[in-house]
């Protein structure tokens, strides 16, 4: 069964929306990739996903350097990829609506804490593998059928289970 664009956005907004952490990939100042955990603060139907950092961080100026990053979401059956671009604000009216007293450990003057900002990811495209549900029981007995056949399982031919989607 295949999916509207609208569906297939909402999908990727709803396994977003069930983590708490993911991986923020940004360009090192050598040219190498360099990704890091951190605690997700907000995601929207959009897409665009926020985290907190301090202006301080080597990530800031990474983004400066190069706006362009991938942020990744895993757990044992559902992964998530956004790619687009990230910027760095300080504007207090996201801070007050994002802040989380859990970010008190990293800024211990709360959310006037002057080294206190939002990343601000704006992703252009999205995929997602999710082997929950009815479309990951399929996949497992495709797997197992395949196996037992000595071949491969096909990939991506439900788009439920995995798909990419313009953002």
């Not at 362009?68 to 671009?85: E, I, N, P």
């Amino acid at each position: 069964m295949s999916q509207t664009i609208e569906q297939k956005k909402k999908h990727l907004h709803e396994l977003i929306a069930d983590f708490s952490t993911a991986m923020l990939v940004t360009r090192a100042p050598d040219g190498h990739l360099h990704g890091r955990p951190l605690a997700l603060a907000d995601a929207q139907h959009d897409g665009k996903v926020y985290f907190s950092t301090s202006i301080e961080s080597p990530k800031v100026a990474e983004l400066d350097a190069d706006e362009h990053v991938a942020v990744t979401f895993q757990d044992d059956k559902r992964y998530v990829s956004l790619t687009g671009t990230a910027r760095t604000t300080r504007d207090r009216a996201l801070i007050d609506r994002l802040w989380s007293e859990a970010w008190k450990v990293w800024f211990p003057k709360g959310k006037d804490d002057p080294t206190l900002a939002i990343v601000t990811v704006t992703p252009d495209t999205g995929e997602y593998w999710d082997q929950t549900g009815l479309a990951g029981v399929r996949y497992l007995f495709r797997s197992l059928e395949a196996y037992a056949a000595g071949t491969k399982p096909s990939d991506g031919t439900d788009d439920r289970q995995n798909a990419k989607v313009p953002l």
